[in-house]
């Protein structure tokens, strides 16, 4: 079965950070760009980071940008996301994801349209 495992959730004061970590089971995701996606309860869910299978990184809201910092390991089959000076509205369950129809970066492909999910892992930012 293809599915990300996502890890490294958890509960941080403001201003702390944390390291997510996506590991594919199942394929290799070396070939694959890779997105991560978070949902606030009640919100949809959004597309925050993404990396092409090169290695090149988008970050899709000016609020992430230079805060977060989206890689890749393909050595280890795992993409991380680097979340530094976390607020509490990155409260939120992230999820990583690909699409094999969307093989690249773009916060136009909506979220139904990616194939294989994660559970999830949960971050919420709370002093």
């Known amino acids: 079965q293809l599915q990300f495992v996502e890890s490294g959730g958890g509960l941080v004061q403001p201003g702390g950070s944390l390291r997510l970590s996506c590991a594919a089971s199942?394929?290799?995701?070396?070939?694959?760009?890779i997105t991560w996606f978070r949902q606030a309860s009640g919100n949809e869910r959004k597309a925050v980071s993404c990396?092409?299978?090169?290695?090149?990184?988008?970050y899709y809201a000016e609020t992430e940008k230079g805060r977060f910092t989206i890689s890749r390991d393909n050595a280890n089959n795992t993409v991380y996301l680097q979340m530094n000076s976390l607020k509490p509205e990155d409260t939120a369950v992230y999820y990583c994801a690909t699409s094999f129809a969307h093989n690249y970066c773009s916060r136009n492909v909506p979220f139904y349209e990616y194939d294989v999910w994660g559970q999830g892992t949960q971050v919420t930012v709370s002093s």
């Open positions: 199942g394929f290799t995701l070396d070939y694959y760009a």
């Open positions: 990396i092409t299978n090169s290695g090149e990184p988008s």
